[in-house]
């Protein structure tokens, strides 16, 4: 599906990141100017590198939750900023809790200045460990409001009413997307996800750690259809909340074990504690997509797997070569000098 809309000027916020450097990347595309906001707390100046060469794209350092601003008319304003890994909210738990609440309040006042649609990157976590399944948008969730995930549970609800609020009061016209598990190229391959885990175990040859008893689920949508959805749902009149996520679902020790198949790995499958609160099942309910935005999702797990595989087994080989250079002779990374790229 080709989703095309005329956008003179978007703000993605969290652009630095793993989707919302897909979206940059499709945004640039499509001819919009981007300005893509990022104070690099789980992303990389290094995801968006290849956009650098576009004069309409400007990558500039911003803590969302100090304040948002950027020069000139704005269309839309796409916000993603927020830790999104179990691993990394939990480690970084104030700070996802501001990205949700003050990040999100900056971002729509952003919105509400430049009379520009905002769009909120909520998630499947709002309906926490869930009573009803699939996940219908009318399904108000079971979530526990003080358990260590409700930094991110919580901060995403509190940032769902927010943006209800400014709506019905008719300050910004907005959608609320809740993303179901996404997977793809750029996710980092310690952020902790079982998707990147289990393929940089894999192909390490070490054991994959399964969580609990594995018979979890979760429904993995690859990012190019999660992106698709988004901008679908950006190019709507419609409030939201819609679901974006693939319907396909799966036990993660399956998901372990198709990823062992794909490497033609080795490796063993262990069995580790799982994690507090730990949601038993997960599948959206994607019927409202299809109908009001004709969206759905298009690429199979064992296709979206592979790619992500292959792409994932490339940056090995990659972070190998660079080992074998002496240092004096290897390119300078961006940790070697953290204004690589970036406007401040
Ligand atoms: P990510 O960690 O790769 O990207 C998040 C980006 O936000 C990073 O670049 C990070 O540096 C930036 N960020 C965090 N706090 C910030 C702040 N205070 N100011 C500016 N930038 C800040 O995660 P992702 O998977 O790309 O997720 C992006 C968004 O989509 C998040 O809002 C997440 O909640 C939502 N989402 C993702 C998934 C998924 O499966 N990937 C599922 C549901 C929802
Ligand atoms: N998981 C796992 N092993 C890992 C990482 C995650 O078994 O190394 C499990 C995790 O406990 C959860 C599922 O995989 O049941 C999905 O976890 P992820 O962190 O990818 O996303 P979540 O859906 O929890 O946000």
Request: proline letters at 7%; aromatic letters at 6%; one cysteine or more.
């Amino acid at each position: 599906m080709v989703v095309q809309q005329d956008l003179d000027c978007v703000v993605v916020t969290g652009g630095a990141g793993f989707i919302g450097s897909h979206l940059c990347e499709r945004l640039c595309e499509s001819g919009a100017k981007v300005w893509c906001l990022d104070n690099m707390l789980t992303g990389a100046a290094d995801n968006v590198a290849h956009l650098a060469s576009n004069l309409d794209f400007h990558l500039t350092y911003c803590d969302v939750t100090a304040g948002i601003d950027v020069p000139g008319p704005v269309d839309l304003v796409l916000h993603l900023a927020s830790p999104a890994s179990p691993v990394d909210y939990l480690r970084l738990p104030v700070q996802t809790l501001k990205a949700g609440s003050l990040g999100t309040l900056h971002a729509l006042d952003l919105a509400a200045r430049k009379g520009a649609r905002f769009l909120l990157a909520s998630t499947s976590e709002v309906y926490g460990d869930p009573l009803l399944h699939p996940q219908p948008e009318d399904y108000w969730g079971n979530v526990n409001p003080v358990g260590p995930r409700s930094v991110y549970d919580e901060a995403k609800r509190f940032a769902e009413a927010l943006t209800a609020t400014y709506r019905r009061g008719g300050s910004v016209d907005s959608v609320i997307v809740r993303i179901f598990n996404t997977y793809g190229p750029r996710m980092r391959s310690h952020d902790g996800r079982a998707v990147p885990t289990f393929i940089r175990q894999a192909l390490a040859g070490e054991p994959l750690t399964v969580a609990g008893d594995g018979l979890q689920t979760r429904s993995l949508c690859y990012v190019d259809d999660t992106v698709n959805g988004i901008l679908a749902a950006a190019a709507s009149g419609h409030p939201g909340p819609l679901n974006i996520g693939n319907p396909e679902e799966m036990t993660v020790l399956d998901l372990a074990r198709h990823v062992r198949r794909l490497t033609r790995s080795n490796s063993s499958i262990v069995f580790v504690e799982s994690a507090v609160d730990d949601p038993k099942v997960r599948c959206p309910d994607t019927s409202l997509g299809r109908d009001v935005l004709d969206w759905r999702p298009q690429v199979p797990a064992s296709e979206g797997l592979a790619r992500t595989i292959a792409w994932f087994a490339g940056q090995a080989a990659e972070d190998a070569r660079t080992r074998a250079v002496p240092s004096s002779e290897a390119a300078p990374g961006p940790e070697d000098d953290a204004s690589v790229g970036v406007d401040s």
